[in-house]
């Protein structure tokens, strides 16, 4: 019997994988109504870098950049300088689909994690749009929703206590990160004790020092806060103090998160294999969608847990950890810290982000599945 050869299909039609033609960096400005202070730093206004990819069919694909320089180094106008003078040029002419070239084109500049992470998740979006299909599928699609936790910042006990009630009344949030640190442990410790009796037992409630207690100040404040029930404690004193970080994680009671002391996949092996953490922050504006991939399988065969955590995410980067927390089963699993965008003045999404009853739905569509409002990028960008 004759058997016709089976003709492939052109895999460029397949994937209709536009090539880069322009990579666009355009800072903007929002302030926020209410200012996040924290021990490494504070923020009041996003002064964030949106990273547009434009490919040769006319497809753009979007992120942001949040500028952390007390926790990367990077500045506004450094992110828009590494990836105008550097990245870009590196990238021109790759197809979207070779993330992994882009990926070591970019390696070869150190540092700079969130723009190279937006440049990563830009391309994610290019390919979503180009071929009709959401970044959440393309990258596992495990679940349609997170649970959302919220960052809690610095302020008097009672003030901090009367937001954790406000939101989980307005917004049904019951998981909260409360920033604690580089002020008196009493201080922390009594914000803690009236955010419990605030919420009440339900309430999942976990720490992040941002590296502002020694080692021994940490260990304090744990045995201080046995009562009050915390999930998870994060990044209490600095990695560097490498046998203090060893000694306080071999005593901690609940996972202890590592989050900005692991700006690569690497890191976290290192810090694990350490004994410097126990759990871990998967942050897309650090790690974009392709290695936190690898941080996320790097976690799931070490067997520690792990939570989608908050650069303090403007709108679009929201979207960013939205997608692809629900896209991974481990993730999915903790709450994610997602909400953080609601103290921002203005949003330059052209749909509203919506949390309901605690949880945020992954939005439908190709891409990211969010598309910005051209006269609100107008109205805050800072170039031309
Ligand atoms: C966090 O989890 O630490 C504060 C500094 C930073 O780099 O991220 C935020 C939130
Ligand atoms: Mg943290």
Redesign the pocket.
Known sequence: MHVAPQVLPDSSALCAAGRIVAVRTVPYRIPYRKA?R?A??SIEVADNVLVEIVTSDGVVGIAEAPP?P???GETQASIVAIIDQLFAPAILGLSILDREQVRARLARTVGNPTAKAAIDMALWDAWGKSIGTSVHKLLGGFADRLQVSH?LGFDHPDVVAAEAVHLREALGISSF?IKVGRRPVQLDVAVCRAVREALGADAELYI?G?RGWTAAESARAIRMLEDVGLSRV??LCPADDVLGRRWLVSQSPVPFVA??SIPTPADLVRELLAGAATAV?I?TARTGFSDSLRVTHIAEAFGVEAVI????DAHLGTVCSLVFGASQELTSRSAA?LSNYLDLDDDLLSEPLVIEDGYMTVPDGPGLGVSLDPQKVARYRLTP
Do not use: A, P, V
């Open positions: 996040l924290f490494s730093g952390r007390y926790t990367y960052m990160k992040d941002n994060e990044e989050d900005e922050s942050k955590g908050n650069q303090i810290e």
